[in-house]
């Protein structure tokens, strides 16, 4: 494909806007999209951060949550950081009891996982399929990968502390969710995965 991608960013709550720069930086055209029209003609769909019970909530208010299945689940790459990666999982640990998933990821999330004591930290993690140098990954009121099924593969896990050992990055497929929030520290390696992803499907 010759032109820019187009890539929807999910525009219910979160930190649309600093996906939206990050898609821009790496030579994508992005999209909001707040509607089910909106998502007609997408290369592929961004799932922000922020608080995934009131992007659940709001996609199923606003009939969303049903064509954005259809749509992941019919081979459009999506790619959620930490809300976005709940949203992205068949299955929650700790979500509300009401709370639903757009799935596409066969993994166990644990949401706010890393305990209250550390709301936020960050830290540099290997992301091999990034290149040799670490990702230094934000983490705020994260979510970690409890489980994965067989064809996920594991992109990335917290090195070193309490945590060491837990996957933060995995791929299904066209499919990717991070823990960690790569729009919000200028390393736009993770959003270049990602629209390179969405170009080779295209
Ligand atoms: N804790 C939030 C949730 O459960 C995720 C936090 C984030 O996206 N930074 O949705």
């Known amino acids: 494909m010759t032109a820019a991608p187009l ?54 208010r606003w009939g969303l949550m049903g064509p954005l299945r259809e749509r992941v689940r019919g081979g459009l790459p999506a790619y959620g950081s930490c809300a976005g990666m709940i949203m992205l999982a068949e299955r929650i640990e700790g979500g509300r009891a009401d709370q639903e998933t757009i799935g596409g990821l066969d993994v166990t999330v644990r949401r706010n996982a890393f305990g209250r004591q550390v709301d936020s930290f960050e830290a540099d993690l290997d992301m091999p399929v990034l290149g040799d140098a670490p990702v230094h990954a934000v983490f705020i009121r994260a979510p970690w990968v409890e489980q994965v099924g067989d064809s996920v593969e594991v992109l990335g896990r917290v090195a070193a502390g309490p945590a060491a050992g837990r996957i933060v990055a995995v791929r299904q497929g066209v499919v990717v969710a991070t823990s960690f929030h790569p729009e919000l520290t200028g390393d736009l390696r993770v959003h270049e995965y990602f629209v390179e992803m969405v170009r080779e499907q295209a």
């Open 7 to 60: 890539v929807g960013v999910l525009a219910l709550q979160g930190d649309v806007r600093e996906h939206e720069r990050a898609l821009a930086a790496v030579g994508a055209r992005a999209r909001r999209v707040r509607s089910v029209p909106e998502l007609d003609g997408l290369d592929g769909l961004v799932i922000p951060g922020g608080e995934s019970t009131t992007m659940s909530n709001l996609a199923l």
